[in-house]
């Protein structure tokens, strides 16, 4: 966002998570658009063989943002982003889960199939599941 | 532009390293601009890696102290996330330096991991991160296909197109979904068949990322952004969607 499209696009990512997981569901990190931080995956971090710890630290600042907000699920929008902040959940012991956008969007459109569910939690990956079966 | 006050060494001023990025710099990045006051460091999640931060980073290179930012492992660690842009009163550009001075490194060097990641893509004609050949991906679209449409009903008619000609888009995958977690793909396919998008991958520059950027490697870099750029002409599409 703040390196290309910039906050109009930010507020669209918005509604579109809060159409699919319902306003009242929804919680923003502070700081967020423009002033968010990175997680820490991108720039080549993940990749970067012998920087680990280093990539974890930074990534503190993300995770100590999530926690923050108490939610149980972090939604990620690129692969370096869903790769870095399952780590962090795993690495710091929060534990939340981290979702791509489109298995919310799926799973809201009841149409999220049995084995597409592997970044739900307990609470979400039988939802909707009998509607897609025979 | 102003002059920099002071150069470690004294003597007749030289040419340093910041000096040279500063030439290729839109606006020279406003590398020279610096008030010193700290705005970007304080809110860089990099600070103090590598006993570093950014607004030392700049000082050191507008000191000239070329060896020290050319060789510190910290320009691994700035993601190039660009808050300290956000966040500098001068709009001074550090990420580009911290890419100038990741392009200093001896390209053997660089992080093993970035560097392999991008002598994959252009080692293959889906310029894949991990090496994948466009025959496996094709066969494990078609074969992840096959299973939903036999288990799901609502999806018995989705297609998944390859290589259609005059899509209207063209959609990049990450090598991530085919290589390791396939069932991952499947989400979107749904949502694009659901909204009745006219779409295609390719078997030509299919892979979505392109870690010779941030390898600094501008002419690898641009030889995967003009071989994807291609794939989709030659598809004759009209939107390139990139899902990185
Ligand atoms: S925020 Fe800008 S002006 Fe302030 S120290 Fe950093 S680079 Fe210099
Ligand atoms: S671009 Fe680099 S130096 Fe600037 S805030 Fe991001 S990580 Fe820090």
């Known amino acids: 966002m703040r390196k290309t499209f910039g906050d109009d696009v930010a507020k669209e990512m918005r509604f579109v998570t809060k159409s699919v997981v319902g306003e009242e569901n929804f919680i923003d990190m502070q700081p967020n658009m423009s002033n968010n931080f990175c997680c820490g995956g991108g720039g080549g971090f993940l990749q970067a063989t012998g920087y680990g710890e280093q990539r974890r630290q930074y990534g503190k600042v993300k995770n100590d943002q999530i926690m923050a907000t108490g939610a149980t699920y972090c939604i990620t929008p690129c692969h370096n982003c869903h790769s870095q902040v399952h780590d962090l959940s795993e690495h710091f012991g929060g534990h939340y889960q981290v979702v791509h956008l489109w298995t919310l969007i799926a799973l809201s459109l009841g149409m999220l199939g049995e084995n597409e569910r592997e970044y739900l939690g307990e609470d979400l990956c039988e939802c909707g599941l009998g509607s897609i079966e025979e | ?244």
């Open chain 2, 1 to 244: 532009m102003a002059e920099a006050a002071l150069k470690i060494g004294g003597g007749p001023r030289q040419t340093t390293f910041m000096d040279k990025v500063m030439e290729v710099l839109p606006e020279g990045g406003n590398l020279n601009l610096c008030l010193t006051c700290g705005a970007c460091s304080s809110g860089c999640p990099a600070t103090g890696l590598e006993g570093m931060d950014p607004r030392k980073f700049l000082r050191m290179a507008a000191l000239g102290l070329d060896e020290e930012i050319t060789k510190t492992g910290w320009v691994w660690c700035c993601t190039q996330c660009r808050r300290c842009v956000h966040a500098c009163p001068m709009n001074i550009d550090i990420p580009r330096l911290v890419y100038n001075c990741r392009a200093a490194w001896p390209r053997e060097e660089r992080p093993k991991g970035i560097r392999g990641s991008c002598d994959a893509a252009l080692n293959t004609e889906g310029n894949s991160a991990m090496g994948a050949n466009s025959e496996d991906f094709q066969f494990v679209v078609e074969d992840v296909l096959e299973e939903v449409r036999e288990d799901q009903p609502q999806f018995k008619d989705m297609q998944v197109p390859i290589n259609k000609h005059g899509a209207m888009y063209f959609l990049n995958q990450n090598s991530r979904e085919p290589v390791t977690e396939p069932d991952e793909m499947v989400p979107l396919w749904k949502i694009l068949h659901t909204a009745g998008a006219d779409w295609t991958y390719g078997t030509i520059g299919w892979a979505a990322e392109n870690y010779c950027m941030f390898l600094s490697d501008d002419e690898a870099w641009e030889k995967i952004v003009r071989a994807k750029a291609k794939a989709v002409d030659d598809l004759g599409c009209e939107y390139w969607l990139n899902t990185e």
